[in-house]
């Protein structure tokens, strides 16, 4: 193998060109992203970035040290077996590492909406936070809950639109509920059970025709993998970018890591794509070794965490809300404290899943029961008093 394409220049792409020259590739690496700039983080464009405490987010590896070739602004249009085709010509590759992420779904309407996927989103966003502005976010999810907060600190007069019953309920389900009370506390209005039919000149129109007017729309209602380019190249697509726990895709000699992956998981025993800072960041160094022809597994319990209103939210494992037998055992006082938490605990007693809310050691703890597999006892897990390790 003398060269390596990684197509895609976000964490999981940059992360892939380290972990090959950590792993001793010598050949020559290409790296390209459709973007204009160095590989950044984006958890920090929701938060700091958005807050004004920062306007770089740039990832601290030296890609003049790696010697990489570097292509910004060059987007991947195709690809068949030993060749991407590009906007600026066909690069062959030995080996191609696919990191194309995802990008932010838009709604109906010819009224201006602002998404939050890059750097210039963010930037562009934040110039539109000032105090008095009416601001409609659409979707209560994890970057609608972040969005919210950053307008609201600005001075905006903050309205959030949620098709579902209650906020964060893709992702936590009931338990998503105990943070409404967070956005009535801000003094943000919330309301669920809504659905957008349009994105207008001056603000929303809703599906039972009324209207929320603002000055500024925000649409927080998910991604879809990056992966068009991707169509009828013989890598098998099926929510991203099909792969084995390896992370090899169904072309020899191509894999695939970050938002765009879906990874066979051993240990939940399905396919996983998961939309997460810590995949991107780990996923490289075993697809990278699957490409130099090792056999390590990719089973990571997926971890994420969120800053909204002012907590601190922390995510580990996989649940399956009531599937298998598992229950729910909540940790402290969601309504009255500001530290709690859940648990999601399979049949077995073997812990699925843990939320900790301003409680990091939870998490840290939580992560590594998961990992190791232990039987627990569900009494002394509802008692946030007792240590989750002790339980
Ligand atoms: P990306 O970061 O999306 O990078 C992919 C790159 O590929 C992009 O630059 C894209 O332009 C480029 N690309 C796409 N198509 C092509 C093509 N055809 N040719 C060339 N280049 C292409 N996760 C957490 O765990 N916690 C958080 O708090 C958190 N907050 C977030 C806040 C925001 C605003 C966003 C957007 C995400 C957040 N995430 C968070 C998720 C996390 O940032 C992502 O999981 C991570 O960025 C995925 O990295 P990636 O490299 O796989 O994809």
């Given amino acids: ?122 930037l562009a966003l934040r110039e539109r936070l000032v105090a008095g502005v009416r601001v409609a976010v659409i979707g209560a999810g994890w970057i609608g809950a972040e969005v919210a907060t950053a307008a609201h600190r600005a001075g905006c007069e903050v309205t959030v639109v949620e098709a579902a019953d209650l906020p964060l309920s893709q992702a936590l389900g009931a338990v998503g509920g105990h943070t409404a009370r967070w956005y009535e506390q801000a003094g943000v209005e919330l309301r669920l059970g809504v659905q957008v039919a349009s994105v207008d000149h001056d603000g929303l129109t809703l599906a039972d025709g009324s209207r929320v007017r603002a000055d500024v729309v925000v649409t927080g209602v998910g991604v879809r993998p990056a992966v068009e380019w991707l169509a009828g190249s013989g890598v098998e697509l099926d929510n991203g970018v099909v792969t084995d726990e390896h992370l090899r895709t169904s072309l020899p000699g191509v894999v695939a890591v970050g938002d765009c992956a879906a990874w066979w998981s051993r240990r939940y025993d399905r396919r996983l794509r998961v939309e997460h800072w810590d995949t991107a960041l780990g996923a490289p160094e075993v697809a990278v ?49 500001s530290r709690w938490g859940a648990c999601w605990v399979r049949g077995d007693g073997r812990l699925a899943a843990v939320l900790a809310v301003n409680r990091p050691r939870d998490l840290l703890q939580g992560r590594r029961l998961i990992e190791g597999g232990q039987r627990l006892d569900a009494v002394r897990l509802a008692d946030p008093a007792v240590a989750l390790r002790d339980c």
């Fill in 1 to 122: 193998m003398n060269h390596v394409v990684v197509v895609g220049a976000g964490l999981a792409g940059v992360r892939s060109v380290e972990a090959l020259r950590a792993r001793g590739f010598a050949g020559t690496i290409t790296l390209m992203g459709e973007e204009a700039h160095r590989p950044y983080d984006r958890p920090p464009l929701s938060k700091s970035v958005l807050l004004g405490e920062t306007d770089s987010t740039v990832v601290d590896s030296d890609l003049d040290a790696l010697e990489v070739d570097f292509r910004p602004g060059v987007a991947a249009k195709g690809l068949r077996p030993g060749v991407v085709e590009t906007t600026e010509g066909e690069v062959a590759y030995d080996g191609l590492v696919i990191a194309t992420g995802a990008r932010p779904v838009r709604l109906r309407g010819d009224g201006e909406q602002h998404v939050l996927r890059t750097i210039d989103d963010a």
């Fill in 289 to 337: 070794a699957a490409l130099m022809g090792g056999d390590a597994v990719y089973d990571p319990v997926p971890y994420f965490w969120s800053e909204q209103f002012g907590h601190m939210v922390q995510y580990a494992g996989h649940h399956d809300d009531g599937n298998d037998g598992e229950r729910l055992v909540l940790r402290g006082d969601p309504e009255g404290g």
